[in-house]
């Protein structure tokens, strides 16, 4: 299966996407603000969810959240 944005543009390893959504962040105070830009993402076993490193944390995003950058 693959790896889809909220555009239906198809996502890939290493890729860069954009938030369209402020997101809170579980078991902290930390929220993700609309545009905010995340580089090199990895994918997972779900198809509707991708993983990335931010500082020294790693999350994981839903990608119904997230639009694919040039």
Do not use: W, Y
Request: glycine share 8%; proline share 1%.
């Amino acid at each position: 299966m693959e790896t889809k944005d909220a555009n239906g543009k198809v996502l890939q390893d290493g890729d860069s996407v954009q938030l369209i959504k402020d997101l809170k962040v579980k078991g902290s105070t930390t929220t993700l603000k609309v545009g905010h830009v995340i580089k090199k993402i990895k994918l997972t076993d779900d198809p509707g969810a991708i993983e990335c490193k931010e500082g020294r944390s790693t999350f994981v995003l839903k990608t119904c959240f997230l639009k694919k950058r040039k």
